[in-house]
């Protein structure tokens, strides 16, 4: 069974009651919280390890028509990098608006993380 710290979405560890630290409950629960963690980081956003999805960085250094594949294609390696194998998620976009996309990362059909990206106007 998979146990993992839980977190603010700020950085930083929470605290239970006791005022110990506070771990996942189940397994489900490590695990989105590990799919996010890869989905929000910076390329080096642990330092050590580059598992993050570096999705700021998508961003200008891709034209337009090809944004969303890029997208999925990042998101996929990150979860595929020594955590998920691949086919066992699936990784979908959905353009909001002209600058705005969501990214849904699902495992067995269910929605486990998702975030936006944003451009720049005028890109």
Known sequence: MAVDFRWMS????LLDSTGDV?????PWE?????????LKAAFDGWKLYQIGSDL???IGSTVAAELETTIQRQ??????????PMGSFTVSTLQVG??????FVFI?????ASTTVS?????
């Not at 506070?22 to 189940?26: A, E, I, K, N, V």
């Not at 490590?30 to 890869?38: K, P």
């Open 108 to 112: 067995q059909n269910q929605l486990v």
């Open 75 to 84: 998101v996929e390696s990150s979860l595929s990098q020594d955590f998920l």
């Open 98 to 103: 002209n600058q705005t996309y969501q990214v």
């Open 56 to 58: 700021e960085n998508v």
């Open 10 to 13: 700020r950085g930083g560890v």
């Open 22 to 26: 506070s771990f996942t409950q189940t």
């Open 30 to 38: 490590c695990l989105r919280s590990m799919v996010n963690s890869r």
């Open 119 to 123: 451009t720049p106007a005028g890109t």
